[in-house]
């Protein structure tokens, strides 16, 4: 399939391929939408199988962002970028300020931040050599790593789905299967276990294994049987497409709320997770707390400031909820369609914006 028909009907403003031979970049940037805002999404470094591969999970992930922003009310658009290659063996400084480069060129179209396989400290290399970059060190004026208050977040719509299922948003003795420890994973489990849930994890990672038992007291399952395991919420933390054709008749759960991207394979699991009373938290509502501490970053970053809108995730899920009872369809197509309609009013206001300076200007 053709770049062209990859990204075709689907409303993307500009996909980028990024070369640099001597350091060995090879990235793309997806911008899908600027609609509402510069396009800001993180970077995801990982050693994809071929360019498709990586093209179609950069469009996916793009898209996803679009969403994010506008359902969590901030004056973003969507985008993302991905370097392809093992993170472990070839990143270095030469290849992300190559990288950094090629982010300068869009003139602040596109924002970057952190992602699955780069870190902080990534940010702060690619940060000499463009200023579109959030995320980054205290030295930069950055909020740091965004995990932790991704993870706050994750938690803050937990608790929304626990108050809908089972009338209480107390975690207390709430079973818990967790599915990936990263770093979002992680400071998820610290705080599901200081709220008193009972949390079982599962990870492709040895280490990241040991260090949430060792830190948090938790148990293990194997990996491949961690979303099979009976449990009042299942907590997707890893990467996307966890649900799909073969897993969807496996969950033995009522809740689906975790951190992952991209959860659903297709847009109809979300309608069948509704037809087996299965409660789902959209990805991108529940896990937009890092989107919105880094955004304060573009205001002058205050940690204060930044934490009490993403305990408004909370309030956010509970709307969807009720749009989704309310026109009798999943909280998955609810929370697009709410997404899609504050597209629709902000951009046009946007416009209306722009053309009213243009008119002013003759």
């Not at 997707?236 to 969807?248: E, F, H, V």
């Not at 699991?269 to 087996?276: A, E, F, I, Y």
């Not at 709410?338 to 003759?362: C, D, M, P, V, W």
């Amino acid at each position: 399939m053709s770049v062209f028909e990859h990204i075709n009907g689907d409303g993307y403003e500009q996909v980028v391929f990024c070369s640099d031979d001597q350091s060995g970049l090879r990235a793309i940037i997806a911008i899908h939408s600027t609609a509402l805002g510069p396009a800001l999404g993180g970077t995801r470094f990982y050693d994809y199988r071929n360019e498709e591969e990586a093209l179609v999970d950069v469009l996916r992930l793009a898209k996803g962002m679009t969403y994010k922003a506008a359902a969590a009310g901030l004056d973003l658009g969507g985008g993302k970028a991905v370097i392809i290659g093992d993170h472990t063996r070839i990143k270095n400084e030469e290849l992300l300020r190559a990288y950094g480069r090629f982010i300068e060129t869009l003139g602040g179209r596109y924002i970057t931040a952190e992602d699955v396989g780069t870190a902080l400290d990534d940010m702060d290399t690619v940060r000499r050599e463009t200023r579109w970059v959030c995320g980054c060190s205290h030295t930069y004026g950055g909020s740091g790593d965004p995990s932790p208050v991704t993870a706050y977040g994750v938690l803050q719509g937990i608790k929304a789905c626990v108050l809908e299922v089972f009338g209480s948003a107390e975690l207390k003795d709430k079973t818990v299967a967790l599915q990936g420890v990263g770093k979002v994973g992680f400071a998820l489990c610290g705080y599901l276990v200081e709220e008193g849930a009972q949390v079982t994890i599962g990870d492709i990672s040895v280490d990241n294994l040991a260090r949430a038992v060792s830190t948090h007291g938790v148990e293990t399952r194997p990996l491949g049987e961690i979303h099979t395991m009976e449990a009042d919420i299942f907590a997707p933390c890893a990467l996307g497409g966890g649900i799909n054709d073969d897993t969807i008749s496996e969950f033995r759960c009522r809740i689906i709320a975790g951190a992952a991207n991209n959860q659903l394979a297709r847009p109809e699991h979300g309608d069948k997770l509704r037809d087996l009373g299965i409660l789902y938290a959209p990805d991108f509502v529940i896990n937009a707390g890092g989107l919105m501490n880094v955004e304060d970053e573009l205001r002058g970053y205050d940690r204060e400031r930044a934490m009490k809108r993403v305990e408004g995730i909370y309030k956010q899920l509970q709307n969807i909820f009720a749009l989704a009872s309310e026109r009798r369809i999943s909280t998955a197509r609810a929370a697009e369609e709410y997404a899609e309609e504050r597209i629709r009013k902000i951009s046009r206001i946007r416009l209306l914006r722009t053309t009213e300076y243009g008119t002013a200007g003759h």
